[in-house]
């Protein structure tokens, strides 16, 4: 399907002045202000950069995030409008492109609201305030007289002005100032509105959605060869043949790097496996045993850091000590849609269509690799099918901008196959978690110890060495070196420090830099795994200390929003005087803070397990959920329960399988998914709404605390602890050895 040639989609492939301006604009940093400025306003502080007015009142608005199917756009569209008095329909929104926006780094760790959101927030507020101010100048009254809407001001007397009028102090130049008087949150219309989401309707009706329906003039298509195993050399291929066949019109090889281009899509595909075929492939890295792949892990060097050491002034003495340890495997993004880019060199600049989660680090990255400057390559994001984490998406861009400069002038439109995706794009890493804790006699946790061994949860590009093309190339790249992401957000440490009153504890973060298989980000990074750990733990407390697990939680918060949403869920659920659950159920209960700085999110759950298969299946869910001020109540749901079903997928189905030749789980079968047929019932989100409250992100809130909800009601139902992910039917059927 050919994408159609909206104002957006030229703009965002054209050099006109209006992307030269916004360059000027938003690309060059300025010493911000002597207040620290909210948001990504501290970083860039020209209101140029995202919020500009033309002559004939057109506003846009710009922000260096990228819509992924978390809903930003239409979060961002409706807390500029909600500011400038304008309808959503009147707000033109440009996203994460290096010719145009601002670089805001990384689309993670939900931050584009904190971010992007509170940037554009306070600097529509100070826009319109220009605007109001220079109305007031002109018509000669006070601006207590005078009414922004519709794209106009209005005074009391009927006279108005547009805001394209109204243009004339809005200079590029012009920085943003603090305290910029924002509309009282009572007095929304906008903000916390059902507002229909922009991305949605293309995407269920079979419209040019994704990068992978973007349609060049006079595009080519091509393919890659990869080779079977990490490390793996071409050594003999014979591509003459190959090369004569219809439509092929360049085969790329560059060392081990090999690549086809032809006119149409089948005949690139056809090229591929022909060339597949033909080329014999030596030596290559062998992986570690999939049986003792833990101890491995906990066997290599690594760098320990004490992340909390909290001691008690006067000890309570112990009265009963638990210890256990989790297991999580290592997982794979499954992107529904493999991953894709389209790139073309025209007169010296390389452009690349891309659906990466940094186009700033891309182009970085990007450059070095095709030895451009910086300002050379421009990186466009377009919305990828499937995937919220470090994927293939960024490989595929440097496929495509690497098969591009051999044809320069013609865009090249590079697709991934199912079992490439799989079998090389970056994993989340394996992880271990040890926990130990005592009760006192009143069954109150008195001292906690933590530790949690895992590899980076980065290798995101910026660095040439990290797009995986550019290993098998004659002159190869060498990857930047790992590193932990420091606390208070964390890697695999993040959300190791439990949010409970806990008065002696001690966290270890056990860092390690050797990675056995590639690995990356992946959506809630290490939070996934040891949230899943401290809730179940926390139930094995609970039960050890006689307690209601609900009772147990609150009994060791004192948090009031954390409180708010365990309590919500609770009731919501119906947690207190519940029914009894027929044979086979259970129930579980979890909570988390997400990086214990993000929004509040609490899970309770009905599973069912089948006694005879092992299979376990989540019968209805309430999640309760505080992420600050609620501008898309209805986005809230969508990402809590969609992130409720994904952390569901991970908890009882998915691990990566491999063994010491490569990796296995080259498709679906080899790497199961939640199915429709095992989706809950129900899953009822409830939003608490912290009106003027800063924006805390909600992406990432639900995996954790679904992932030990799940365990927990599984114990509930079976009897029994299973602390190795995931609860997959021959784990649950060996551990109730029925």
């Known amino acids: 399907m050919t994408a159609a040639l909206t104002r957006r989609l030229f703009l965002a492939g054209s050099g006109a002045l209006v992307v030269a301006y916004a360059a000027r ?89 904190q971010d992007s959101g509170t940037a554009i927030m306070n600097a529509a507020a100070e826009v319109r ?43 590029p130049e012009r920085l943003a100032q603090p305290g910029a008087p924002l509309k009282d949150p009572a007095s929304f219309t906008v903000i916390g509105a059902a507002v229909p989401r922009v991305d949605i309707p293309a995407k269920v009706t079979g419209g040019a959605a994704y990068v992978q329906d973007l349609k060049l003039p006079g595009m080519l298509h091509a393919r890659v060869v990869r080779p079977p195993r990490y490390g793996a050399v071409l050594a003999e291929l014979d591509e003459v043949p190959i090369a004569a066949m219809p439509g092929v019109v360049k085969i790329l090889r560059d060392g081990s ?175 271990i978690m040890e926990v130990e804790a005592s009760l006192d006699a009143d069954g109150h946790i008195v001292d906690w110890h933590y530790g949690v061994w895992s590899n980076t949860h980065n290798m995101r590009p910026g660095n040439g060495g990290r797009l995986m093309p550019s290993w098998a190339l004659a002159a190869p790249l060498t990857p930047s070196p790992p590193e932990p992401i420091p606390q208070p957000e964390g890697g695999g440490d993040r959300n190791a420090i439990p949010l409970y009153v806990l008065p002696q504890a001690r966290v270890v973060s056990h860092f390690i830099p050797e990675m056995p298989l590639r690995i990356s980000a992946m959506r809630g990074l290490g939070a996934y795994a040891n949230v899943f750990s401290i809730e179940s733990f926390m139930d094995e407390l609970a039960l050890a200390a006689g307690a209601d697990p609900v009772a147990f939680r609150l009994a060791h918060l004192t948090d009031s929003r954390a409180r708010d949403v365990v309590e919500r869920a609770a009731h919501e659920f119906g947690w207190d005087g519940a029914k009894a659950l027929p044979p086979g159920h259970g129930r579980g209960f979890a909570f988390a803070r997400y990086k214990n700085l993000g929004a509040y999110a609490a899970v309770a759950l009905e599973v069912a397990v089948d006694h005879e298969t092992g299979r376990v299946r989540v019968v209805r869910a309430h999640c309760a959920v505080d992420s600050g001020q609620a501008v898309s109540p209805d986005g809230i749901r969508n990402q809590i329960a969609g992130g409720l079903l994904q952390s569901s997928s991970w908890t009882i189905y998915e691990a990566v399988s491999f063994e010491p030749t490569g990796i296995t789980s080259r498709d679906w079968s080899g790497y199961p998914i939640l199915r429709f047929p095992a989706v809950p019932e129900s899953v009822e989100v409830h939003v608490i709404d912290r009106p003027g409250m800063p924006f805390l992100g909600t992406g990432e809130a639900a995996q954790g605390p679904t992932a030990a909800a799940i365990a927990n009601a599984v114990a509930d139902a079976t009897k029994v602890r299973i602390r190795e992910l995931p609860l997959s039917m021959a784990r649950v059927k060996a551990a109730i050895g029925v």
């Open 257 to 431: 790097y090999l690549g086809v281009i032809a006119e149409g899509e089948w005949q690139a595909i056809q090229a591929m496996r022909a060339l597949s075929t033909a080329a014999r492939w030596s030596g290559g890295k062998t992986l570690p045993d999939p049986a003792t792949i833990f101890d491995t892990i906990q066997a290599l060097p690594m760098q320990d850091s004490v992340i909390l050491d909290r001691v008690a002034d006067q000890p309570t003495a112990a009265t009963r000590t638990l210890k256990a340890r989790y297991l999580r495997p290592y997982g794979m993004h499954g992107s529904i849609g493999p991953s894709c880019a389209v790139a073309q060199l025209q007169d010296g600049l390389m452009t690349v269509w891309t659906h990466t989660q940094g186009v700033f680090p891309d182009r970085a990255a990007l450059a070095e690799l095709l030895a451009m400057p910086v300002d050379k390559v421009r990186c466009i994001h377009t919305e990828g099918s499937g995937c919220y984490g470090h994927n293939g998406a960024d490989d595929a861009g440097a496929d495509a901008a690497l098969l591009a400069r051999a044809v320069p002038g013609r865009p090249v439109r590079v697709q991934w196959m199912r079992e490439q995706e799989n079998t090389w794009e970056p994993f989340t890493p394996a992880m």
């Open 129 to 171: 305030g220009i605007l109001v101010a220079e109305a007031a100048a002109r018509l000669g009254v006070a601006t207590p007289d005078l009414t922004p809407g519709g794209g106009r001001v209005t005074a009391t007397d009927g006279r108005s002005l547009g805001y394209g009028e109204l243009v004339g102090s809005l200079t």
């Open 25 to 113: 604009a938003a690309d060059i940093p300025t010493s911000a202000p002597p207040t620290k400025l909210p948001g990504s306003l501290k970083d860039w502080p020209r209101l140029a950069a995202w919020v500009q007015v033309a002559p004939d009142g057109t506003v846009t608005v710009f922000s260096g995030k990228a819509e992924l199917g978390q809903g930003i756009r239409t979060a961002l569209i409706q807390v500029a409008a909600e500011q400038l008095y304008l309808p959503p329909g009147q707000i033109m929104l440009v996203t994460a492109d290096t010719g145009r926006t601002t670089n805001e780094g990384y689309t993670a760790g939900s931050h584009s609201m």
